[in-house]
DNA sequence: TTATTTTTGATAGTATTACTACCTTTTTAT
DNA sequence: ATAAAAAGGTAGTAATACTATCAAAAATAA
C-alpha cells in the first residue's frame, strides 16, 4: 500500500492551487531548490519560471508573490511535522519521553519523505533555518495573521505548550517556552554553521548537541522544586 | 558637562562615514524612523532620499545598498547596547544580580539616549526586534562575517556568555544559553505584540512578563544541583 | 457532435527598484 | 589665489515585480 500524504492548505495563500496540477507540483518543487540554492532575497519567480521551462505569468497565476509563497512553504512544513509529531509520538503516554522526542524532530535534519513526491523536505527544513522568520517577520504580520497563515505554526506551537503543561501543570510559560524551543532549534543551527562563536556547537557542528542544550534548557525549566 | 557618546564602527561598513557630515548623519537620522514606519521591506533609498531632501546617488555615496545600512544600524544598536550594559553593570559584583541586570537592558523598551542626538534608540530597538535578524539571515552571511560585520552582536553574546559562567562555571552552554536570551528577548517581544498566541503575555503584553520568563529559564539552567 | 465556456499557458508590456556614470558646486589645504 | 578633494545633483540602465492581453487546449453543456 503507498500512501499519499496531503497537507489541506488555507486557501488564501494561493491563487490556483499547486498541488492540483503538474506545473503547480514543479512550482513548489523548483521553489524549494532554488530558494534553497539561492536564498529568498535572490529569489525571483521569473529566475523559477526559467528553471522550470515555463514563463513568469505562469507563476504568478499560482501565488501572488513571492512572499506568499515562502508563506505557503512554511504552513506546509509546520503543517507536515505537526503530522509527523502526532504519528510519532503516538501511544506514548510519558509526556517528558514525549517531549524529548518532538525536540528531537524539531531540532534534527530531516530525510526526504517518500509519501511527498514532490516536496524535498530536507531542502525544505534547511529553507526554514533560514528563511523561515521571514514569513512573519513584515510590516504586514497582523493582516497575514487575520487570514490565518500562521494557523500551521501556531497549531504546533499549541501542541507543543500542550505537552510543556502535561509534564507540569504548575509551569508559567509553557507557549512561550514552546516558542523558544521551535526557534531556538532552528536558530542554534543557523548560528552552529555560520556564525559558530554564539553556539557552543562550533566544532563539532553536531545536530545532536542541538539537542542536548534544548533538553537541558527545557527540563531544568520546568522541573518541580 | 555634556558628554558625546562615538561608537566606532568597521569601516567595510560603509563608503562615506555617516558620522562625518549633516547629511550622513540625516541618513542615520531618517533612515531609522523610516525602516521603523515602513518595514525594510518597502524601505527604499529613493523614499529615504525624499525623505531628507537629497537624491538617491546620494545615499548611495554614504552606503552600498540598503542591507548594509541595516547592518550598520544594528552593529551600531549592539555596540552600544554592550556600552550600556558595561555601564551599567560596573561595580555589580554578584554574576547573578548582573545577569538580571542585562536580561533586563536586553528585554526593556529603550528610552532615546541624549548622549546621541542622531539615532533614536527608541525607533532602533524597534527595528533591531522587527528586522534585526535579516542582517545575518543571508546566503552571503558568511562574507559578512569574515568582515568582522556581526563582531558586536557576537561580543555581546560573548559577555552575556562570560557571566553566565560566572554563575555557573560547570554549565555547559554559556554561549548557546547567551544568544538563545539575546533572541528570545527580542522574538517573545515580537510575539507578544502581533502573535500573542505564541506567548504567555497575550493579555497584559508587558516586558515585565518577558524578563520574568527570560528570568526563571536562565537560572533554572544554570541552577547547580 | 458541436458550441461555449473555462482553464492553462505565452507575449508584451509598465512602474518601481537598485544601482552607475558623469557633471557641478562647495570646502579645504597650500 | 589656486588646486584638489569632498559633497551633492542629473540622468541614465538593468533587473524586478508585477499586469493586461492574447491564444491554445481542455472541460462542459446543448
Given amino acids: 500500500m503507498k500512501l499519499q500524504l496531503q497537507i489541506k492548505m488555507n486557501e488564501a495563500l494561493f491563487l490556483r492551487n499547486p498541488e492540483s496540477s503538474e506545473l503547480g507540483k514543479n512550482i513548489l518543487k523548483h521553489s524549494i531548490q532554488l530558494i534553497d540554492r539561492t536564498g529568498f532575497e535572490l529569489f525571483t ?23 506568499k509563497l515562502l508563506v505557503y512553504l512554511t504552513a506546509w512544513y509546520w503543517g507536515w511535522l505537526e503530522f509527523q509529531i502526532i504519528f ?32 524535498n523536505e530536507h531542502s525544505l527544513h534547511k529553507i526554514i533555518i533560514s528563511e523561515g522568520s521571514k514569513a512573519y517577520l513584515t510590516k504586514h504580520v497582523g493582516e497575514d495573521n487575520k487570514q490565518q497563515f500562521f494557523k500551521p505554526y ?27 524551543i521551535i526557534e531556538m532549534a532552528h536558530f542554534q543551527n543557523f548560528f552552529m554553521h555560520h556564525l559558530p562563536s554564539l553556539t557552543d556547537f ?20 520546568i522541573k518541580k522544586v
Fill in 154 to 180: 501556531k497549531d504546533l506551537c499549541a501542541a507543543v505548550g500542550q505537552i510543556v503543561s502535561e509534564c507540569n501543570p504548575t509551569y508559567k510559560y509553557p507557549k512561550s517556552l514552546a516558542s523558544t
Fill in 45 to 67: 519567480f521569473k529566475k523559477l519560471a526559467e528553471e522550470i521551462g515555463t514563463t513568469e505569468a505562469g507563476i504568478y497565476r499560482y501565488f501572488e508573490n513571492k512572499h
Fill in 202 to 221: 562550533g566544532k563539532e557542528k553536531k545536530e545532536s548537541e542541538i539537542i542536548s542544550f534544548l533538553n537541558d534548557l527545557v527540563f531544568s525549566s
Fill in 88 to 119: 510519532q509520538t503516538n501511544n506514548i503516554k510519558d509526556p517528558i519521553i514525549k517531549l524529548k522526542k518532538v525536540i528531537k524532530l524539531l531540532a534534527q535534519a530531516v530525510k526526504d519523505d517518500e509519501q511527498t513526491s514532490h516536496i
